[in-house]
């Protein structure tokens, strides 16, 4: 039983964690989440499944 009830802890207070930051970041955006931006996906070039822009472009969202 302790276990479940510290689960249900640690899970509410991650998701607490990701709205407190989303009412602070501007405009409520995660910023970072472009392919562009990621170093793993830049020698694949594929492109962003956002927004579409390959690795030599810029985020166009």
Partial sequence: MVTIMLS???????IAGI???LLVKKNGR???TCSSNNP??????????ICG???Q?????
């Fill in 8 to 14: 249900i802890l640690l899970l509410g207070l991650g």
């Fill in 57 to 61: 472009e810029r985020c166009k969202s």
């Fill in 53 to 55: 822009a390959k690795p």
């Fill in 40 to 49: 793993l996906l830049q020698g694949d070039g594929e492109s962003c499944g």
């Fill in 19 to 21: 709205a407190i930051k």
């Fill in 30 to 32: 995660f910023s970072g």
